[in-house]
C-alpha cells in the first residue's frame, strides 16, 4: 500500500505499508517508511517503489495486489500510471 500527501511542512511524503502473511497463515502489517518526494509524477513514484522493494531485499514476484489512493497518478492514465507500470513487472498484481 503506498500513499502520499504533503506534511506540515508542505513537502511531499510517501508511505509505504506491505502486508504479509506468515507461515501459519496470520496476516500481518508493516509500515517500511516515509519518504519525500521531489517529484511525485507516476515515473518518480514507481521508481521510488522499485527501489524500496529493492533495498529492503523484497521479491516483486511475491506481490499480489497494489492498493493505492485515487489519485489519478497512481491509477491514471491505463498505460502510463503506476499501477499499470507495476503490473508490466507483475502481471499477477492486481490492483485494488
Given at each position: 500500500?503506498?500513499?502520499e500527501?504533503?506534511?506540515?511542512?508542505k513537502?511531499?511524503?510517501?508511505?509505504?505499508?506491505?502486508r504479509?502473511?506468515?507461515?501459519?497463515?496470520?496476516?500481518?502489517?508493516?509500515?517500511?517508511?516515509?519518504?519525500?518526494?521531489?517529484?511525485?509524477?507516476?515515473?518518480?513514484?514507481?521508481?521510488?517503489?522499485?527501489?524500496?522493494?529493492?533495498?529492503?531485499?523484497?521479491?516483486i514476484?511475491?506481490?499480489?495486489?497494489?492498493?493505492?489512493?485515487?489519485?489519478?497518478?497512481?491509477?491514471?492514465?491505463?498505460?502510463?500510471?503506476?499501477?499499470?507500470r507495476?503490473?508490466?513487472?507483475v502481471?499477477?498484481?492486481?490492483?485494488?
Open positions: 500500500m503506498v500513499d500527501t504533503k506534511d506540515k511542512s513537502k511531499e511524503q510517501m508511505s509505504f505499508v506491505i504479509f502473511l506468515d507461515d501459519n497463515f496470520n496476516i500481518h502489517e508493516k509500515s517500511i517508511d516515509c519518504y519525500h518526494m521531489v517529484k511525485s509524477d507516476s515515473e518518480s513514484l514507481f521508481n521510488q517503489i522499485i527501489n524500496i522493494i529493492s533495498e529492503n531485499n523484497l521479491n514476484n511475491k506481490c499480489v495486489a497494489q492498493c493505492y489512493d485515487g489519485a489519478s497518478v497512481m491509477r491514471l492514465p491505463a498505460y502510463t500510471g503506476v499501477q499499470e507495476i503490473r508490466s513487472k502481471s499477477h498484481a492486481i490492483y485494488v
